[in-house]
């Protein structure tokens, strides 16, 4: 920590604000929890899975900590370029052979590369930049135009549906919600944000009588409304989360306790995307009710970070990475309660995975760098 | 709206979607927690089961006929199998076992995440091959199971059945039942199937990376009953093979027609018989041509050879299911309810004397309702017989005589002096027009044609003109469908009339038994794994009123049937003892395209009869000299003669 708050003096000198002691303190806590819940869940099948999320953690705050002492303003920048990188991994992920029946990696040898990870990130700079006034001009316009909300509409299209074809239905899902909740913080009028919501659902309809959706995607969306469907088959996932976050009860039973349902690894995929059950068993509903209270802690501090950006552009960023974060932590925490339907969407910090990490403490470097440059240097003409 | 304003709204959405997280986790966890808890621990046992060998099934004479016999067979235990290996399995499997990957692919998919089912049996050889390389191959075992054998190979195999795998239906029924697992699906193996199939084991365990880390006390199976049947091994053998050189019989002298200019529709295949002890409704022997190997359907049938054996409705038990008109066997049940129910001849007839009618081929009807006459004519047997009385009637099978004995009722019923049914009735309580109640499979009720039924019929066919007609059209012109004539081929077994060949054997059993009506059954009983015996159950005998006289007289001349009568050629060399046995012949008008049905009904011995025979070649030709001479050979062996060939007898009714 000494080399980091060095660095920051003598990266830059921000006057008087100081890291958002609360983000990062909310971030550290889950990391190292999931630390312990990955180490948990693997211990059993003999897997390097912790060792593993342990590199994936370090490098995930180094890389917070040298974003948070960037300018995010320079990231207008670097925009074009890391979009094109981001698109040449999205397109390069279907050279590659399928795990699981699913193209979203890029072997890189000592890790899976998942781009659609980043793209998340990328998607949120691209939106904050365009709905941000970006010349005198547009300053103090409240409204968004209609052709601003349909270049909003092109950019989140074509990482999304590359994303669906890989096919990660989840992750497209969450490119929308964060479109949909970023052009509401813009400025989009009620008519805009209805329309946007009647295509969605034109959308949903479509699909559904088109039979667009695979057959496993139907089952998992019906197992929700009927979970003693074929419990030995697609409803499988959903019961056995549901008896290893029931059976944790109101205190647990007990972090690495034996006979558990999730040491029995009944649940599937319990390190990455079911890593929540693996909680809520073993520090029950404490435990899982102050995770939850944790992933509130830091989406609070992203909204209060976009209160208090000194620009459009960082509030908008911190909005988004807002709506990202909510959008992983419903849906996932969701699908192991049984609200939602089974997606490959995992919970930021406590799954295993190191692309996912490595986003969202990146993610959280650029919410702290706004939060860093709130205050406008005097005679600053504030771009908002 | 203001960009606060809007943050705020988003915070306060972000709240409601982790509000209803926070409720639901309590839920999940508190309000339900101990429940949901007890739920996971139980589930987290896994039940293997094991299935009981079938019981034995022996003959009356404790010969074995089915077993069961340890097989190896392939079982996969999906609990044992982690995901990435599941495609290399099945490949590996396949091949090994030989059956083909997508249909182990589909079978893999059903047995449900936990699953475990048997992949097929194997060889020895095999087995031994995958026990050595078990450590390749992840949720494979090898696992003794239960198969059937059948000793006897086609031998009875309408009465012991065979095994297939459950419809939809069945495990409806059934809930118990494994898909996987073949039931009785024909004969006693289904009728007992409940007895048979005993009660599985079970071991139940838990398993953690796919190994076994506790496990309760294990369940043993406990193998199914046996059953012992009343049917004599060595008995059926003679009735088969006495059926399949009658079927040879009927086909060379269809050929001798044939080549003497007569007409023959149909090359003779099919044929039943029925050995019935009179006594105790034992059935002896029950044999149906042309039979299957119930071995066949133990591994699977493929396609082509059940097509094949359905084509020649091997699998139908004829004796049972095949539906003939009884034709003048019947004869004996009219001769019982005319002496018993004295029933009159019709007044003022020609050809009517007393107790004695004119069998010269005609019957002369002068009671229709414009008072002219008409001369029905016994096409098939224009024999002039003379003056026969009721014993040459039976003994030389005469039609007028029976005709009259119908017109007879028929006028009395129109008098208001006789009851309309009354050949009917004793059809009914002897045993026609309704299952017998045997412990098989596919029982026919038969018909018996009334003129309620008629009515109904013609009904039906007013109601449902598309449908095929029972009734030709110009009857439903008619105030009452049902004809005077419809009662004269009643009582000849003609007309409408169907039964089957065990229903015939039965009707004789009563006849000549004194009127003691049973089930009958081919299963004597049944014993369990340890021994205890359990008699078969069978309803309370019905006895019903035939006066010592007329049986006896019925005896008397069903003997002279044989010693003289239509039977007489075919049991010329009988041997030793012929004197004692009586019989009936029957020749069955079939449809146009049909030849007739052959039928012989055999008693012995007369003066204490203990045992029916009947014999029906489907499409055999004449009664007398087909059917006979295979009842012959049969009741040479009951008797404990030499049974010899079974040659031509002479062509009758």
Known sequence: ?384 | MKFALRLTTLGAIFIAMFSVIGLRLWFIQVAEGPQIARAAEEATWVGKTSHAARGDIYDRNGTLLATSRMVPAVMIDRTFVQPEQRDILIQEVSSIVGVDPLELDAMYEEAGINGRFQVGTVSNETAYAINESLDELPGVEVAKVPERVYLSGPTMAHVIGHLGLPEEADLAERPELDRNVRIGKLGVERVYDEVLQGTGGSVEYRVRRSEIIEQRPPVNPVTGSSIVLNLDLALQEQVELALESGVALSNEVKEEERSNGEEVFNETQRAAAVVLDVNTFDVLALASFPDFDPQLFVAGIDETTFDGLNETKAFNNLAVSGLYPPASTFKAITYTAKLEENLPFPPDVEGVDGDLIHCDGTLVLDQLADGSAQVKRDWYDPRNLGWLDIHGALENSCNIYFWNVALGTYVAYQQGTAKENILQDWATRVGYGHETGIDLTSEAPGIIPTRGLFEDWKTYQLENPDEPPRLEPARLELASPWLGGDLMDFAIGQGAFTATPLQVATSYAVLVNGGTVMEPRVVKETIDSEGNVTPVERSAPVTIDIDPATRASLLADLGRVVNGGTAAAAFNDFGEGVENVGGKTGTAQASATQDNHAWFVGVTPIDNPRYVVAILIDEGGSGGQVAAPVARHIMQYLTGNEPTPIVEGEEAD
């Open chain 1, 1 to 384: 920590m000494a080399v980091l708050s060095r660095l920051r003096e003598v990266a830059v000198d921000r006057g008087r604000n100081k890291s958002d002691r609360i983000l990062f303190g909310t971030m550290f806590a889950l990391s190292a929890l999931g630390l312990l819940m990955v180490y948990s869940a693997t211990r059993s099948s003999g897997s390097v899975g912790m060792e593993r999320q342990m590199i994936f953690v370090a490098a995930g705050l180094t890389v917070y900590a040298i974003i948070s002492n960037i300018d995010y303003r320079e990231l207008k920048n670097l925009i074009p370029i890391v979009s094109v990188a981001v698109l040449i991994a999205l397109f390069a992920v279907y050279l590659f052979d399928p795990i699981n029946g699913a193209r979203r990696w890029v072997p890189l040898g000592f890790f899976n590369l998942q781009p659609a990870e980043f793209a998340k990130v990328v998607v949120i700079l691209l939106l904050a930049a365009l709905l941000s006034p970006s010349n005198r001009d547009e300053i103090g316009q409240r409204q968004l135009s209609w052709p601003t909300v349909f270049r909003a509409l092109l950019i989140v299209a074509l990482p999304a549906v590359l994303v669906l074809f890989e096919p990660d239905l989840g992750t497209t899902l969450v490119f929308g919600f964060i479109l949909f909740v970023m052009l509401f913080v813009a400025g989009a009028t009620w008519r805009q944000m209805l329309a946007l919501t009647a295509a969605a659902a034109l959308g949903v309809v479509v699909t559904l009588q088109r039979g667009w959706l695979e057959g496993y995607q139907l089952d998992r969306i019906r197992v929700l409304f009927n979970p003693a469907i074929d419990p030995q088959g697609i409803g499988y996932n959903i019961q056995q989360s549901r008896y290893a976050v029931g059976s944790g009860q109101l205190f647990g039973r007990g972090l690495f306790a034996e006979g558990t349902q999730t040491s029995f690894e009944y649940v599937p995929e319990q390190e990455t995307d079911f890593i929540f059950t693996a909680v809520a068993e073993q520090l029950g509903f404490v435990g899982g009710i102050l995770v939850v209270a944790a992933f509130a802690v830091i989406i609070w501090r992203l909204l209060v970070i976009a209160a208090n950006a000194r620009d459009r552009f960082g509030a908008l960023i911190a909005s988004g990475l807002a709506a990202m974060m909510v959008f992983h932590v419903f849906v996932n925490v969701g699908m192991t309660i049984g609200i939602m339907p089974v997606t490959g969407i995992p919970l930021p910090f406590l799954s295993a995975g190191g692309s996912f990490y490595l986003a969202m403490t990146l993610s959280l470097g650029v919410a702290n760098s706004v939060w860093l440059l709130r205050t406008p240097v005097p005679g600053e003409n504030q771009l908002t």
